[in-house]
C-alpha cells in the first residue's frame, strides 16, 4: 500500500516551500482543471493535495521556545501531544482560562448565598439605618449587608471569595512544524487574551511511533526467519502503513533511515524517519519448525567446519 | 540543556565567590594546617561543587572536585597532616576547577582539554596515596578509590567524543551515533559499554589512564591554566547594601535635622544650600532603595521548574499562572520568602491539587491551577499562593489540634474557622508525619509564618472545602525606611508602622460609652463589632495620669483587631529602622527604634508582639460576643420611637418599627367619600384615621400639607393623619400605665421633657376599622388562654393588646418568676414569653417548664426584639417551640396559631 503524498501529486520535492507549492498547483490546475477538459478525479486530488500542504505549512501562532519563562505575567500550562501530531505540525484543542468574569454562583459578592450567615451587626439585621436627630427623617439602606439584614459568612466555593472567576475557552491551535520534545510552545497574547502563554510539551507515543530525544524512530518488530530471509517489512511511517524492503547488508541493532519522511523542521523541510528493527525470537517454536531449524543449524556448522578446515588446508 | 541556564548561572556566581574565598583558606590552611574547622568549611566548599556538577552532568568537574574532597576529607579526620605538597594539590585542583566553572559561564560546556584529563590522574593517584597515608595503606580506603576510577574513566572517555554532557539515553546516544556514520560505530559501542557493564569492567580500568602517566612532568607547566573569571554585573555584597541604606538613612536624619535648624536661623543663603541638600538626599536616598529592588518574578521564575517536576511525580497536572511579576521588593525581602514560598507551592501541588480522576468527579477540569500573584497594596506588597484543589477541611484541622494537646475540644467547638485555620501555624500542630487527609498543610507552616513575621509581614489563609486554598503574604516594601504612625504616651513618642494601622478613634466622653468592661479586659464597641483594647500606658507599665482626651488607634495584628489607647496621635512620618541592641531582643513590643527630626529617639512599637502581650484568649473574645448578644436582647426596652403631633400641644409616641412608611400629603389631596375620609396614595385609595376620633385629644389644626404615618397588613393599608412629626429617637421607655386608661392609649412618659402619650396603634386601627388585621384564632369552643411573660410595660401592653384583638384571652406576668408562679395556679393553653427578664429569664422559665412534669406538653413562644440565629439555638435548646420579633404583628399571630394547631392537633 502506498501512502497519500502530496507532493508526487504535485510533482513536486519534499523540501518544496510555500511558494513552490502555490506554483506547482497553479500550473497543474491549469492543466488539469475540469472546465479546461481536465479529470474532476485527478483535479480534486490535485487541490487536495495543495490544501492538504496548505494547512501543514501555514505558520503557527505557536513559537517554538527553549527556555522557561525568564519573566513577566504569564500562565504555563501543559500540553499533551501525540509523537504524530508533533511530528506533522496538526492542530489540537487545548483549553486555558479565560479572562475573569463576575462569579456566576455569588453574582460577585464573593460570599456563599446558601451557606451560613449571621445578623448584620451594622444596621442590627434591619436591613436600613435611620438619620436621627434632626427633622429629616432618612433611612437608607445598610451599606454593610445590603438591605438582607444579614451578613453572609461562608466564602462562595466556586470563586473563593474572589466575585470574580476565570472561565475557560478552548483554543484550537496549530503545533508549530520543528517543536520537539522537551520545547516549550509560547502563545503570544492576542485579542480575547491578555497574557503571554507558555505550554510545556508531553509527548506520548502514537503506535510505534515515538520520539528519542528528539529523533522520531519508528518501531518494527520482525520475527527473526522473516529477517534472515530478507522479506520486506511493515513500517509505520507518519503517512501511515507501508511496506518496505530492508537492504541486504541490513543488520540488527542499526537503524534504517526513511530520508525526508520524519518530522518536520522549522522550515517546511522534513528530517529522516529512523526504523529500528526489533527481531523476535519466539520460544515455543513449533516442533516442525524446530526441527527444520536444527536442520539448518546442522548445515551451518558443517559449513562452518568446512571452512575453517578448508583455511588449515 | 536550556531549562537549567538559569540555576547554571547561580551555580557559577556562587561557585565563583566560593573559589574566592578559598583561595584565602588555603593560605591560611598553611599557617594553621590542623584547623578543623577551617578544613570543614573548604570541604563543604567543595563538597557543594562536586554535587552541582554531578547535576549537571559535569563529569571533570565532578571528577576533579571528589578526589579533592576524599583527600580533604582525611584532612580533616585528622588521619593526615595537610603538608606543603597536599595544600599545593588540592590549590591546583581549585585552579583547575575555576579554569572549568571560567569555560562553563562561556560556552555552557566543559573544556575539552588532555590537561584536565592528566591532572584528574595526578590528583587521583595522589589521592590514593594520601589514603593510604591515612590508613597504612588499609583496606576499606583503597577500596574506595578503585570505585572512584571506574567513575572517573568512564567521565574521560566521554570527553574525547566532544559530546556535550546531556541527559540524553545511552540508547539515543547510540542510535544517534549508530545513525551517523558507520566508522563511527565501534566508538559508540564502546562508550555505550562501561555504562552497561560498569563494575564488572572497573578492574581493568585503572590500567586505562595509566599510560598517561608517563608525561605528567611535562605538561603540567602548561598545566594550570591562566584563568581570568570576567564579571558581567559588579556583585555588591548585601551587606554593602545594607551598610548604605544604613548611611542612607543616617543622611535623611542629619538631613532633618539640619532643615529644622536651618528654619529657625532663616538665613536665605543657608535655606538654599539645606533645600539642596534635602533634594539630593532624597534622590539618593531613593536610588539606594532601588539597587535593592528587585522585581519578585526572579523568585517566581523558579517555580516553573518546581511544579513540572512535583506534577510529574505525583502524576497530577497543575497549570501555573504568574501574575504581577514585575512588582519590586527589597532583595533582603526576596531572598528570605524564596523558602516559604516553595514551601507553600509544595503543599499546594502535593496536598491541594488533587488527581486528575479525581478533580474530574468533583466536576472540575481535569488540570488544577495554581496561582502566584503579587500586587501592591497599600505600601505592602501581597503575595498570593492560590489553588484550585480540594481546601482545607477545618474539622479536620481542629481534630487534629485536638490530638495534639493544642487545643481543647471546648475550645474547637467555639474556635471561627478563621482562628482553626490558624492552628496550622503553631508549632508542633503537624509533625514531619504526614497528615494525608487535611491536605497536610502544617509540616513546617511554623517555620513559614515565623519567617514572614520576621520580616514585619503577615500570613493569611482562606480556603473553601472542596474548592481550593488561598494563602496570602502580606510583605513590607522595605525594612529600612517605613510610613509610621507617631504617638505619645506620658510625653514619649512612639511610632506604630502603618501597615498594621486599620482606623483611629477619638475617644471623647461620648464615644467612650462604647467601652465596655468584661471580665480584666476592656473592649470597644466598633460599629457592632467587640475590638479588645489596652492601654499604652498599661503595656509599658507607666503609671497613668487620667485624661480627658486620649485616642484609640485601631491595629491589625494578622489574626485579629484591636485597639491601643493613646494619649496623643501626632504625625504619620516616614522612618527610619534601627535594630535595637541585644539587650532587648527579649522584649517583644518593640520591632526597633528610630532618631526623629529633632534628634530624639523614637522606639518603633510591634504590632504583632503587643497582640500577643494582650494575651486575649478565644475564651475572653467569645465572652465578649455573647455579652454583645445579651446587649441586643437586653435592649428590648431601647427603642427606637417615633414622636409626633397632632395638635402643636400634645406629643404622642408610636414605635417606629411598626409604620410601614412616612409621607407628607398636600390637604386638597384629602376626599371625604361614602362616610370615610380618604386619601389618593400610590394610585389606591387609602382610609385616614384622624386620631382625634378615636381618642379623646385636641383635634387636628387645618393644614396645607399633612403628615401621614402609612401602616400595612398584607396587602392593606391605614394612615394616621398628623400635623408634623417631631424626632425619632431611640430611648429607654419608662411607660406610666396609670395615668391614661384609654382604649388605644398604652400609657404615658416623659420624652424629650414632654409628657408624651404612647399609643396603641393596633388598638386605634381596630377601634376604626374591626375587620382590618385578620384574626387567625383557630376554631375551639372556648378562646385559648395565653399566658404573657414580659417585663417592659411597653411592650406587655401592646402585645397583649393585639393578642387580645386576635381573639386571645390573654393574662399577663411582669417576669419569669411571676409567670412561673401563675403558670402553677392555673390552667394555661400556651406560654409567649420575653427573654430577658429580671428576676427569671425566658430561658430559665424555658428549662424550668420543660423539667416540670404536668406542663411538659405546654407550647412556649418567644419574643425578642431581634431573632438571631444563635438567640433561636439557644433558645432551641432550652426547649422553646418558636421564635418570633415582637413587633412583627402578624408573624406572632400566623406562628402562634401555627403553633397550637400543631401542639393541640398532635395532642388529639
New interface residues.
Partial sequence: MKAFDPYRILGISPEAKLEEIRRAFREKARQFHPDLGGKKELFLELKRSYEFLCERLSPSKLRIL?????????????LDVTARELALGATVTV?V?AEERPCPYCKGRGHNPSGR??????C???GEI?F??S?K?LKIVCP?CGGTGEILT?????C??RGEI?G?RELSLKLPLGARP?DILYLPPQEEQE?DI?F?LQVHPSGNLFF??R?L?SRVVVPFWKFALGQSVEVETLEGWERIELPQEFQP???F?LPKRGPYQEDGTRE?L?I?VEIIFPSDLPSKARKKLEEFAQIMEKEEEDAASGHRN | MGFEEDVLKDFITEAKENLERLDEEFVELEQHPEDRELLSSIFRTIHTIKGTAGFFGFKTLEAIAHFAEDILSKLRDGLVVADEETIDMLLKAVDYIKAIIAALEETGKEPVDETYLDFLVDLRNFAEKVAKKAEGGGAPPKEKAEEAPAQESKAEEQKPSEEPPSEEKPEEAQAVAESQKDQEEPKAEEKAAPSEEGKAKAESKPEAPKPALASPKKKEDKGVPHVHLTETHVRVDVKLLDQLMNLAGELVLSRNRLVQIASRISDAELQNATQNLSLVTTELQEKIMKTRMQPIGNVFNKFPRIVRDLARSTGKKVNLRIEGADTELDRSIIDAIKDPLTHLVRNSIDHGIEEPDIRVQMGKPPVGTLVLRAYHEGGQVVIEIEDDGRGIDVEKVKQKAIEKGLITPAEAEKMSDREALALIFKPGFSTAQKVTNISGRGVGMDVVKTNVEKLGGSIDIQTVLGAGTTVRLKIPLTLAIIPALVVTCEGQRYAIPQVSLRELVGLSPETRKNIHQIGDSEFFRLRGEMVPIIRLSKILGIEAQPRENESLVILNSGAMDFGLVVDEIWDSEEIVVKPLGKHFKDISIFAGATIMGDGKMALILDVVGISRKIGLKVEDVDKAKEETAAKTVGEDEQQFILLFNVSPEEQFAIPLALVARLDKIKAEKLEFVGGKEIVQYRGRSMPIIRLENYLPIQPLPEQEEYHLLVFAEGEREVAFLVSRIVDSIQTHVKLDERLYQIEGVLGSAIVKDRTTLFLDVYKIIEMHDPYFFVKIVPQEERPYRVLLAEDSPFFRQMIANYLAAAGYEVETAVDGLDAWEKLQKEPFDVLVTDIEMPNMTGIELAKKIRADERLANLPIMALTSLASDEDRRRGLEAGIDEYQVKLERAKVLEALADLLNRKYARAA
Fill in positions: 527553549k527556555e522557561r519563562p525568564q519573566g513577566g505575567n504569564y500562565l504555563l500550562s501543559f483549553t482560562p450567615k449571621k445578623t448584620c451587626l451594622f442590627e439585621g434591619r435611620e436621627l436627630g427633622q427623617h454593610r461562608d466564602l462562595c466555593p466556586h473563593r471569595g476565570a475557560e522537551g497574557m507558555y510545556e528519542e530525544g529523533k524512530l541493532g542499526s537503524l533511515r529522516d529512523l529500528r
